[in-house]
């Protein structure tokens, strides 16, 4: 092969590993981390991480597991304490009855559905993922071997999916489809009734819905369901949970997952010759934010509300830009295709770039996440930063 190196790796590495691609937003946010280095100061939408501090009763309960020295290995799908506060709480929000064994602590929400994924979908099997999708869902399926059936939504509807989309992609070869609700990037909620439409056609055809509710306490619109909400269907759902966004925990890596005991046996297994269990006291930090005072969740989700108003508002004084009203998750997903072919802009990623170089905006272009004319913002940022952000793509738009 030739001496570049290229066919080397190719045939050193798996075919597998060959299949998936490092994350679309790696390369922005590389520049963007070299521009701070510079002492540029940035308007950064770019982390989907929330900018609060993880309340103090659940880094006190972490601090108190480490002096108690409970820091060895645990049981590898996670303590009972732990298992019992997600089932627990589960159940209390969304009247899901699932029991303890029914549930597979994870290091973080990325691994559950990851492991969900290399569980259940063999090669060949097809996976329904609805677009605009969060970037991780399309390697994870390809990682598999896993062939990924688009469902395209209709921005014009505000991206809603209904029973009668996911139908139209089933074929003999479905084995699962990947519902985010709210969703990353978009914010869209798929509305109670049609959710448990689709819950129920798969169940009626044997196919698995693998719902991540990463982001279901960030849901503005009040009316709140889960797949496991659905207890006649619990056979065919895997509901994919996190405590990263819900109490401000993304470094933590606590994330779990709740379905049929096979399938979570099968999880745990995999998880057994991978990562272990989760760090022992971020079980015991996961067990005070599960069965804590909620107060947190509440005046959070309050918070991004406000900013989410403030981003939609400050968009509306961007002549061009037009944007969703999204119900939950903190994106904002603004459509940007009156400024592709104006100044040399050739797409969304274009866009992104120039913001980037020009306005010292971090937005994420929408080709990560499946549509060619958004970008994606996230304003899990200070109030004053969503102010700074958007009169500099005022000035920076406004000049194409
Ligand atoms: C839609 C979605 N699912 C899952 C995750 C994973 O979250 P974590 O692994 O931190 O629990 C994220 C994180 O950004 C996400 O946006």
Redesign the pocket.
């Known amino acids: 092969m030739s001496a570049s190196g290229v066919g080397v790796a190719a045939k050193v590495l798996t075919e597998r590993i060959n299949r998936i691609e490092v994350s679309a937003t790696m390369a922005i946010t590389a520049e963007a981390l070299k521009m701070k280095a510079a002492g540029i100061s940035l308007a950064d939408f770019g982390a989907?991480?929330p900018h609060f501090a993880t309340p103090r009763h659940i880094k006190d309960a972490a601090i108190d597991a480490i002096e108690k020295n409970f820091t060895r290995y645990t049981a590898v799908a996670g303590i009972p304490e732990v298992r019992k506060a997600v089932v627990e709480r589960h159940a209390c929000d969304f009247g899901s009855d699932y029991a303890p064994e029914e549930c597979v602590f994870t290091?973080?929400?990325?691994?559950?559905?990851f492991n969900a994924i290399q569980v259940l979908v063999e090669h060949g099997d097809e996976v329904i993922l609805p677009v605009p999708y969060?970037v991780?869902?399309k390697d994870m399926i390809q990682y598999s071997g896993g062939k990924v059936v688009l469902v395209e939504t209709d921005e014009r509807e505000d991206f809603r999916l209904t029973a009668k989309m996911i139908e139209a992609a089933i074929t003999p070869k479905t084995k699962a489809i990947i519902l985010?609700t709210p969703?990353?990037p978009s914010g869209a909620v798929v509305s109670p009734a049609d959710l448990e439409a689709i819950v129920r056609l798969a169940h009626a055809r044997g196919i698995y819905v693998l719902l991540?509710e990463?982001?279901v306490y960030l849901t503005f619109t009040g009316a709140v369901v889960s797949g496991g909400t659905f207890t006649d269907c619990k056979s065919h759902i895997l509901v994919?949970?996190?405590?990263?966004?819900t109490y401000a925990?993304?470094g933590w890596?606590?994330?779990f997952a709740l379905g049929p005991k096979a399938i979570i046996g099968a999880m745990s297994k995999l998880q057994s010759q991978s990562t272990s269990n989760t760090t022992s006291f971020v079980q015991k930090a996961a067990v005070a934010a599960l069965t804590g005072d909620q107060a947190c969740v509440t005046e959070m989700r309050a918070d991004y509300l406000k900013l989410r108003d403030q981003v939609l508002a400050g968009f509306k004084t961007i002549p061009g830009l037009t944007c969703t009203v999204p119900q939950g998750?903190f994106y904002v997903y603004p459509n940007v295709s009156a400024f592709i072919g104006k100044g040399g802009i050739k797409s969304a990623a274009d866009l992104a770039a120039k913001l980037l170089s020009e306005a010292h905006v971090v937005v994420v272009p929408g080709e990560a996440f499946g549509t060619k004319e958004h970008v994606r913002l996230s304003y899990a940022v200070s109030g004053d930063v969503v102010d700074e952000g958007v009169k500099r793509m005022r000035e920076y738009l406004g000049r194409l």
């Not at 290091?107 to 559905?113: D, M, R, S, T």
């Not at 994919?240 to 966004?245: E, R, T, V």
């Open positions: 989907g991480e290091a973080g929400g990325k691994l559950a559905l969060w991780s869902f985010n969703s990353n991540d990463c982001y994919m949970g996190s405590l990263s966004k925990m993304t890596r606590a994330g998750a």
